[in-house]
């Protein structure tokens, strides 16, 4: 059954072998993952030639002291009106060090500017990863205008009905 949504949101991804396996098949059947963490392991580097460095995650769960503010901005060639957003609170992100560009588009970017969320095609299917969790936090989302880039990137995802 094609078109289902597997959302994952963790502070760290480390899938074995066979679950990475398992869930490239679930993509390529034409369903969709969205993956949301500070850092995963070598198993997901290998399939999505994306390597992940971590900014201030050290500092988990308690985030960075000496900073107040953190941003998110959404590609504007893929999402309308207003893509950037922020909220006054820790800092704690993680980044796309190397992506793959002949396999990776990216999405969004953390605040200092590198990438933060990327998008794969995989057979019929997608697989999403993003890596500033806290962005989907409620104090992040709550504030301001910010449940946009909630909306805004679930948007990307088919109309999905439990019948």
């Given at each position: 059954m094609p078109d289902r949504l597997y959302v994952i949101?963790?502070?760290q991804f480390y899938p074995q072998d066979y679950e990475i396996?398992?869930?490239?098949?679930?993509?390529?059947?034409?369903?969709?993952?969205?993956?949301?963490?500070?850092?995963?392991?070598?198993?997901?580097s290998r399939f999505?030639?994306?390597?992940?460095?971590s900014r201030n995650y050290s500092?988990?769960?308690?985030?960075?002291?000496?900073?107040?503010t953190m941003r998110a901005l959404l590609n504007p060639s893929m999402f309308t009106g207003s893509n950037s957003y922020a909220y006054p609170g820790m800092?704690?992100?993680?980044?796309?060090?190397?992506?793959?560009?002949?396999i990776t588009h990216i999405l969004?970017?953390?605040?200092?500017?590198?990438p933060n969320l990327i998008h794969l095609k995989?057979?019929?299917?997608?697989?999403?990863?993003?890596?500033?969790?806290?962005a989907l936090s409620n104090y992040f989302l709550l504030y301001?205008?910010?449940?946009?880039?909630?909306?805004?990137i679930f948007s990307r995802f088919p109309l999905l009905l439990p019948w």
């Open positions: 949101l963790q502070a396996d398992d869930l490239i098949a679930f993509v390529d059947q034409g369903n969709n993952v969205f993956i949301s963490t500070f850092i995963y392991n070598e198993q997901v999505t030639r994306a390597f992940v460095k500092f988990y769960p308690a985030g960075r002291r000496d900073s107040d800092l704690m992100e993680s980044y796309f060090e190397e992506t793959d560009s002949s969004g970017w953390g605040d200092n500017g590198a995989k057979g019929k299917g997608n697989l999403y990863i993003h890596l500033s969790p806290l301001d205008h910010n449940i946009q880039y909630l909306e805004k």
